[in-house]
């Protein structure tokens, strides 16, 4: 069994407490264990809920993921514009062949078909990426793009409905 809590011991908790010490802070103070101080702060009514303290962490986490995502996202839409770039760019393309195993290459003014499909995917891929990490905006004006054309559709459904019964012509 350990050794006995003075009332110095328990008072020095509450000054500490007061003092915005955290558990192991007082811990070490007094030279006891941090649950020894958490029975003691307890049983006076004190607790270390540092909820502010953790909510400031959390959110500046957040913000640097978000930071950290949006670069990524941008290197990928980089990545795939220097896909793209090679898509109808000149090659060289080399192979070991023939029955002496012997290296051959020949320059092209442009990729193979199957290779532009395999640079293709790629590209596709890394804007697919980029756009999950940083999903693109609408911008400012979406919303009134949006209503304008749905009232453009419904203008066009009443217009096409008006045709269909054949109008002040007959027709």
Not at 59 to 85: F, M, N, S, V
Not at 101 to 106: L, R, Y
């Amino acid at each position: 069994m350990g050794r006995p809590i003075t009332a110095r011991e328990r008072k020095r908790v509450r000054e500490l407490h007061a003092a915005g010490k955290s558990r192991n802070d007082i811990a070490r103070a007094l030279k006891r264990s941090p649950s020894t101080v958490s029975k003691l702060a307890t049983e006076q009514g004190l607790t270390f809920e540092r909820g502010a303290e953790v909510a400031a962490a959390t959110e500046a986490r957040r913000i640097d993921l978000a930071g950290r995502r949006i670069a990524l996202a941008e290197q990928l839409h980089q990545d795939a514009e220097r896909l793209r770039e090679q898509l109808w760019a000149p090659c060289t393309v080399g192979a070991f062949g023939g029955k002496d195993n012997v290296w051959s290459q020949v320059n092209l003014d442009r990729p193979t078909f199957a290779d532009q499909r395999n640079i293709l995917a790629a590209t596709g891929t890394a804007i697919q990426q980029s756009l999950k990490l940083q999903p693109a905006e609408g911008g400012e004006n979406v919303e009134q793009v949006r209503s304008m054309l749905g009232a453009l559709g419904e203008a066009l459904t009443a217009a096409a409905g008006d045709a269909d019964d054949g109008g002040a012509d007959g027709g």
